[in-house]
T-cell receptor
Framework: DTGVSQDPRHKITKRGQNVTFRCDPISEHNRLYWYRQTLGQGPEFLTYFQNEAQLEKSRLLSDRFSAERPKGSFSTLEIQRTEQGDSAMYLC?????????????FGEGSRLTVL | QQQVKQSPQSLIVQKGGISIINCAYENTAFDYFPWYQQFPGKGPALLIAIRPDVSEKKEGRFTISFNKSAKQFSLHIMDSQPGDSATYFCAALRIGGYNKLIFGAGTRLAVHP
């Protein structure tokens, strides 16, 4: 499978615990995005990486959230001191270089449930 | 700030009918308008996209109509099939920036046999 892969697919945690999600983008894609999707809503942009550089962060990304993309390959999204409001599907997407049609390829998501 | 507004929230269509989903955008800097399709448990996948220099684009049973002056665009699914039952998202972005997609809230389509 050469698509975007995310792990774990589902995480249940207690409030106050830390969680980390991993995303492996399509290998030749240098752009990587994290989105959050809550029930009945469209995906909301969280953050964007071009290679290893984090170039944009949404105001939705509070200081409890941190994302990294070491060496411009896989990416991790960590949520510290989780709150019930963090329960959502966290989607990762990747795309090709600037000048492409703008298509984002999404993974199947990591669903977070905070009890 | 909701930059892309989508309607209806849900839609029921009989097999063979036409499904129509509408979107409106606010930012005139947007220059790429895709539609994504999402099945339960899956991530969104690109269905069809249009740029504002054309008024219509057709791919198989799927057509996007674009009205630049009204800042509106719509998805038409002809001869709707039960396999089309999914959630559809319109989106917009400005090419040349970070290709950051701004999504609508989604339309849950159910096609009844």
């Amino acid at each position: 499978d050469t698509g975007v892969s995310q792990d774990p697919r589902h995480k249940i945690t207690k409030r106050g615990q830390n969680v980390t999600f991993r995303c492996d983008p399509i290998s030749e894609h240098n752009r990587l995005y994290w989105y959050r999707q809550t029930l009945g809503q469209g995906p909301e942009f969280l953050t964007y990486f071009q290679n290893e550089a984090q170039l944009e962060k949404s105001r939705l990304l509070s200081d409890r959230f941190s994302a990294e993309r070491p060496k411009g390959s896989f990416s991790t999204l960590e949520i510290q001191r989780t709150e019930q409001g963090d329960s959502a599907m966290y989607l990762c997407a990747s795309s090709q270089r600037l000048g492409s049609a703008g298509e984002l390829f999404f993974g199947e998501g990591s669903r977070l449930t905070v009890l | 700030q909701q930059q892309v507004k989508q309607s209806p929230q849900s839609l029921i269509v009989q097999k063979g009918g036409i499904s129509i989903i509408n979107c409106a955008y606010e930012n005139t800097a947007f220059d790429y308008f895709p539609w994504y399709q999402q099945f339960p448990g899956k991530g969104p996948a690109l269905l069809i996209a249009i740029r504002p220099d054309v008024s219509e684009k057709k791919e198989g049973r799927f057509t996007i109509s674009f009205n630049k002056s009204a800042k509106q665009f719509s998805l038409h699914i002809m001869d709707s099939q039960p396999g089309d039952s999914a959630t559809y998202f319109c989106a917009a972005l400005r090419i040349g920036g970070y290709n950051k997609l701004i999504f609508g809230a989604g339309t849950r389509l159910a096609v009844h046999p």
